[in-house]
């Protein structure tokens, strides 16, 4: 009742008895208030197709999650996703910190998810089970052009078994499954736009684009999927337990892998293949009754490949009707090491409950990014395209390959006190940094209080309150397009208007192949004054106990991102008003479009004349989000349980990605709005019941 963190715990039960479609454990962490599904991160100005956690607290970014396999974390430090992917077979209970007052919670500015997997018992026990969804019966998807039902052969078998190696010993506890699905999906291209494209893609007019026909009809995806875990736990003596585990995971997406939205032709879309192993050892000893620790050590590997289904190019983006060819981001290549050693002591002292550790977080990265290298052209319309007039043509040149490592460090102290019987007191500091690559500015005063108390002034009633700051990780793709386009190794080439257009046509709709000589390299680099982003985050909340076994809560939430990442182009001139009589020497030829004369437009002056656009990786952006939650809990009895809550929020911010770029550097408050993980309303109730209702029966006797 006196616990300051308010968190949401979902249990063995839960887990085992609610439907997953998916088999996607973190679909569970949608269950707690204050999170949501995150909105994909797709457009031209980010290029990216990187995925991200796909869920979102406060409002804040689906990157800067954290995740934890007892004890370990499982973060894809890349693009901020998870690695290893468990099978719900193997989880015991997720607890998602929805506010995690207590200085162990870090690693990320948003949530943090701890999930404990099962163990074996003395007594031998398996699951078996077979999952087939086909899509005969399956209707048309409404709101789409499609006139046929997409098809639909899913198929997923697997299975647990726990069980003494050495009864009251040594136990071991597998899990495993394997899915195949096959099927179609639509590109949602209009068969008006699909025609035109056909007809000038069949003509001999710009015969080195390679895509000769888009399809607006249903095109073929398939995913295949292993999943596989095994643990084994083992009473040393009476003082020293240890854990061994292995997880492992082999997906495989062919067709539709990106994270891309409708409008886009098969040809732009691609395939992924990603391999994930990892082994976590842990020792737990208790040194006497009132002093414990736990050390746990991490090797793992994460291996990537996306390829494009255009592997040549030139990719074609006509703004708001199609994309085809090949895409900008899509064919990477790179591996993933980790090395981790985590150590916690937790010391119990009259009415302090005292708790300190550190973690050590070596990342290796090995990537290459072929981001642009095929080269893309933008239209403004259908008609642009079919009268060959780019607005914009963007492409790559250099050797897309870095090697670097990062180091993270971490480590808190932590006080649980019960100043009094119905009063609590938690006060804590957290200290992170991460070592960067040499050239790249790294941020060392990153101290992080955390404070939060609980007061019971009844048996029914509980009131907390809380404070802290999370620093974040970096996005390591970030610090990969900093070292990979650096002008010495590769470079972007980027040309607008009357030059666009005539590097398309000179190339005959193709991809150049060589830089042009009239247009200087385009590269990123980082800020000078680089900074770790984090959080700010406060809460109050009051609880209410209605029966033995329910409860409602209502709680008020506040996050504040400081200094998130963006990207911000630095050698742009100040803006000019285009006019008729400017359009030319600004470069927008002699006869702009009508809705681009009395916009703010940048001309081809540069602050520094040896390159075009200098791209720099800042921390300079930031966020905020007030939310309030109501909710009811009803935990597990009379076979009934259930948990039930609303959430009104709203999250404003000026970048919702690290790779947004403001329409102008020189106004980058204009951008703020409602973000993208702005979600005003929602609503989530689950439960479980088994029957017959009421306490269980006992079986008859003969």
Known sequence: MTQTTVATTIGPERIEESPVVTRNYLNFVLLAPGLSQSNDQSNAASQSMLAGSDFTFAGLRP?????????????????????????????????????????ESGGGMGGSINVVTKSGANIHHGDAFLFVQNGALNAREPLTIETTKPGLDRERVGGALGGPIIHNRTFYYFAGEQERSRGDDSSLIAPSVAAAVNGLLQSDTFPRLTVRALNPDMFPVERAETEASARLDHQINAQNSLLLKYGYTNNREVG?????????????????????????????????????????????RRRQVLRTADQTGPGIEIAGDVEFGRAFSGNDDRTENHYQSVDTTTILRGRHLLKFGADLDHIRESAAVDDGFGALYIFSNLAAFLSGTPDEYLQAFGTPRARFGTTRYAGFVQDHWTFLKRFTVDLGVRYDFEHLPAGIQQDTNNFAPRAGVAFSPSDEWVLRGGFGIFYDRYILAAVNRTLEMNDADAFLQVAYGPLAKQIFNAALGGTPTSPVASISPSIFTSSPNLRTPYSEIASASVERLITNNLTASATYLFARGVKLPRTVNVNLSSSTVLRSANASALGFGSTPFPQELGREVFGPNRLNPAFNNVYEWQHESSSTYDGLSLSVNRRLANEIEFSGSYTLSNAIDDASDFNEQPQNPYSVRAERALSANDQRHRFVFSGTFDLPFGDEEEPPRF
């Open 256 to 300: 539709d892998a990106f994270n891309v939205n409708g409008l886009v032709d098969p040809s732009g879309r691609g395939s992924s293949f990603t391999r994930d192993q990892g082994l976590t050892a842990g020792v737990t000893s208790v040194l006497n009754p009132n002093v414990v620790n736990s050390t746990s050590l991490q090797l793992s």
């Open 63 to 103: 990157r800067s999650n954290s995740l934890y396999i007892d004890g370990v974390e499982n973060n894809d430090e890349f693009g901020g996703a998870v690695r290893i992917e468990l099978s719900p077979e193997t989880i015991h209970e997720f607890q998602v910190v929805n506010n995690g007052i207590s200085a």
